[in-house]
């Protein structure tokens, strides 16, 4: 069973996250691998049965490129396929709630069932989706992991024969 994270990174602390949140799933057994909006393996991604998208925070709400790409979802075959979603922004309340809820609605309009561990999991709580603040970007890695290991152990859940 493999799973998709894709996103898109100016200054690559979305980039780490993303490679924080495959870790995570890794971890769990899953075949995982991230990949820039800009470079994707589309097989890989169609044959995924969980896709993660990430991006950094402008303006409160998604980059202008990343919602683009969000807009032309439907090429990635995600109908059916458990979503979840990630932000990195340069400062607390900077927009990541929102941006997370923006790319969720996307995932549900395409199709997609998403995922929220939320308070089900324990502490730490992850809400809608894990956010990083850019200044201390190393101190969110282990939240990113949980969510990867949380996520694909619910990937698997939904998949059982």
């Known amino acids: 069973m493999q799973c998709s ?3 898109y990174s100016v200054s690559d602390h979305t980039k780490k996250m993303a490679k924080a949140i495959v870790n995570g799933m890794i ?3 899953m075949d995982a691998q991230a990949f ?3 470079d994707f393996n589309l097989d890989y991604i169609k044959n995924s049965s969980g896709l993660i998208l990430g991006t950094p925070v402008y303006g409160g709400g998604p ?3 990343f919602y683009a790409f969000l807009e032309k979802l439907d090429r ?3 109908a059916g396929k458990l979503g979840g979603a990630f932000a990195t922004e340069d400062y607390i309340h900077g927009g990541a709630t929102n941006t997370i ?3 969720m609605r996307h995932e549900l309009v395409s199709g997609m069932m998403v995922y929220s561990s939320g308070h089900a999991c324990g502490k730490p709580f992850i809400h809608y989706g894990p956010c990083a603040i850019a200044s201390n970007i190393d101190d969110f890695t282990s939240l990113f992991e949980i969510y990867g290991s949380r ?3 619910q990937v698997k859940i939904i998949n059982q024969k």
């Open 27 to 29: 971890k769990e057994g």
């Open 76 to 78: 990635l075959s995600p």
């Open 151 to 153: 996520f694909a152990k």
């Open 101 to 103: 809820i923006d790319i």
């Open 36 to 38: 820039s909006i800009d």
């Open 63 to 65: 980059a202008a490129k």
């Open 5 to 7: 994270v894709l996103y």
